[in-house]
């Protein structure tokens, strides 16, 4: 092998670089082409169009639209489903990233350390993750109804009230957060595993010599500061998915009762999809994506650390 | 990890069985309770496909139903709605979306692993912005052009947007940066073209990361309701989420053993196939590690 890099590197075989230098820009070009050109029709392009159309009065269908300037962001301010989505989308992410985070590192830390039962643990916490959360919403719904569902007549059972976990303004986002917990435990379990096996054993025979074998010592002295990265990127990540949530309030509250569930990507789909503002829907999603890019960036940042083979 | 703590201690056998006994009993406690709760609307969908109407909803929870009614509830879930169209549509979307998003993304990922051409750096770049972007943003754009072309309610529309992946770009790429490059160029000594080493000679060796990047392309593309629902108005052309959607208001959403039997078959396909492949869908997550 290394003959053949010498004999192309020196300058006597200038002629077969150059020619090389040629290939490698043309199949460069063509290898990159159709990617490029997709690239721009489904990213960049409509990402030009989500800008300009903010700024106008378009809606589908008319023939004509005017610009109206930052009209679009001044009624995104004023208007009142908009301020509740975003405090309902937040108050979401504050339940979920949180929980979804520290629970799914307890249980990855308790089942790192089972030999045995593992996978079987493994199985069950990362069921929720390929199924269809669609689907699985509907059985949720069923189990959450005020008289007939089963937790509340487990609740009932324990001498607690019937609690009407959808219809019940303060309780729906804490519920359906709890639901957003259930799906992405196992996913986040799996990165935190996969973490955990990288911590290098000998740190841990360390800290048992010098006396610190108790198990909360030995979390806070080698797997908390060990897990660090992942720690970071499974909660970027989480905040990504939190807040996106569209999915169980489509289908299990449609932003009731009484608007306590309205979400941004919900208030979006709405007004862009059902009542077709298109110009008001490209203002939300720039508020949308304002949200969530700083997030992304970091995301990214991060990934572009962590994989390497 | 538990031997060598042991070892290290001074012996006093009966006393550290009991606190490991302890210990072990409050884990599995944690962990089985955890469980039940991961559980739990599975076993509820399982239970009450096979449940009478009556049954569902009695106060005293039953595994197995007094009047086993599986047979009916399949039947008027499968009879009421396309629900196999629905897998049907699934697989030909998701299947739709992976070869494309694997034909376009691998050229590009070696030509930017691998070759110098002009455009390179700014190309890379975009790749990076395009990682940041969510899928949800170009969303309103693409409907108002699809609704244009009069595209939409087609298999096109729900698949075009996916078509190039970035995620699939960066993984590939850094997967092909690490193949040695005098492989590459011995292979070009010999007369190989680019086209055929990218194919033949770098692909097969990239196929971890195509496996892990097809299981997350597919279980994502399965369960997305976001974009279907918009573009689709036909029922017949519904993937499997937005089928169920239908299925659920539709009036036999009140009948909620056919209703258990429906999200059982909208389900089983995905949960099989992590059942059966486990290993891969794990490595897959932890190699890609995005949704």
């Known amino acids: 092998m290394n003959a053949i890099i010498a004999e192309i590197t020196p300058l006597a075989a200038a002629p077969p670089a150059s020619r090389q230098r040629w290939i490698e820009r043309f199949a460069g070009l063509g290898f990159a082409a159709p990617a490029f050109i997709l690239l721009v029709l489904t990213n960049l392009a409509p990402l030009a169009a989500l800008a300009f159309l903010s700024f106008t009065n378009y809606e589908l ?20 489903v908009i301020r509740r989505s975003i405090t309902n989308t937040l108050l979401y992410v504050a339940i979920v990233v949180p929980g979804g985070v520290l629970i799914s590192l307890l249980v990855a830390i308790l089942i790192h350390q089972r030999k045995r039962t593992r996978s079987l643990y493994e199985v069950i916490y990362f069921l929720p993750v390929t199924s269809t959360l669609i689907a699985m919403a509907t059985m949720w719904q069923f189990l959450l109804h005020p008289t007939l569902g089963l937790i509340n007549q487990v609740l009932k059972g324990l001498g607690f009230a019937e609690t009407a976990f959808l219809s019940e303004p303060r309780l729906v986002i804490p519920t359906l957060a709890a639901i957003g917990i259930w799906q992405l435990v196992g996913f986040n379990m ?21 006396g610190a074998s108790h198990p909360i010592d030995r979390f806070l002295k ?17 905040f990504i998915t939190a807040f996106k949530i569209f999915d169980t309030v489509a289908v299990m509250t449609r932003g009731g009762p009484g608007g306590a569930s ?23 999603t720039l508020v949308f994506l304002a949200f969530t890019l700083v997030f ?6 991060v990934l572009d650390r962590r994989v390497h083979y | 990890m538990g031997t060598s703590v042991t070892i290290a201690r001074p012996p006093a056998p009966a006393a550290i069985r009991m606190r490991r006994l302890v210990s072990l009993a409050l884990v599995h406690g944690v962990l089985i309770g955890g469980a039940v709760f991961m559980l739990l609307p599975f076993v509820f969908m399982l239970t009450s496909a096979i449940k009478p109407p009556g049954e569902i909803f009695e106060a005293t929870f039953r595994l197995w139903p007094r009047q086993f009614f599986g047979w009916q509830n399949f039947e008027a879930a499968l009879s009421t709605a396309p629900l196999l169209r629905f897998l ?40 990076l912005l395009g990682l940041c972007i969510p899928v949800q943003a170009p969303s309103l754009p693409l409907y108002i052009a699809f609704a244009e072309l009069g595209i939409l309610n087609t298999y096109l529309s729900m698949m075009m947007p996916f078509f190039l992946s970035v995620f699939a770009i960066f993984l590939f790429r850094q997967f092909f940066k690490s193949y040695p490059d005098e492989i590459i160029q011995a292979a070009r000594l010999d ?39 918009i573009v689709i108005s036909d029922t017949k052309l519904a993937t499997p989420p937005l089928g169920m959607m239908y299925f659920a208001d539709s009036e036999l959403g009140s009948n909620y053993g056919a ?4 999200a059982t078959i909208i389900t089983a396909p995905l949960v099989i196939a992590f059942l059966i492949a486990r290993r891969h869908f794990i490595a897959g997550i932890t190699m890609t590690g995005i949704k």
């Open chain 1, 61 to 80: 269908g008319a023939l004509d639209f005017s610009f109206v300037g930052l009209k679009n962001f001044g009624t995104a301010l004023q208007d009142p």
């Open chain 1, 190 to 210: 799996v990165l935190f595993l996969a973490g955990l096996s990288a911590i290098p054993r000998d740190l841990y025979e360390a800290v048992d010599i010098d």
């Open chain 1, 222 to 238: 080698v797997t908390w500061p060990m897990l660090g990265p992942t720690t970071m990127f499974v909660t970027v990540t989480t």
């Open chain 1, 262 to 284: 309205e979400v941004l990507l919900y208030a979006i789909y709405l007004e862009g999809f059902q009542y077709f503002h298109m110009s008001y829907a490209a203002t939300l």
């Open chain 1, 296 to 301: 992304s960036v970091l995301q990214t940042f």
């Open chain 2, 88 to 127: 049907l549509n699934g697989l030909i979307v998701c299947g739709g979306i992976l070869v494309v998003q694997l034909l376009v993304a691998i050229p590009c990922a070696y030509a930017l692993a691998k070759l110098r051409f002009p455009g390179r750096p700014i190309l890379f770049s975009l790749v």
């Open chain 2, 191 to 229: 007369g190989v073209g680019e086209f055929e080493i990218v194919w033949r000679i770098v692909v097969p060796s990239a196929w971890p990361a195509i496996a892990a990047f097809s299981i997350f392309s597919v279980v994502a593309h399965w369960n997305d309701l976001y974009w279907p629902l």
């Open chain 2, 259 to 262: 209703l258990a039997a429906g």
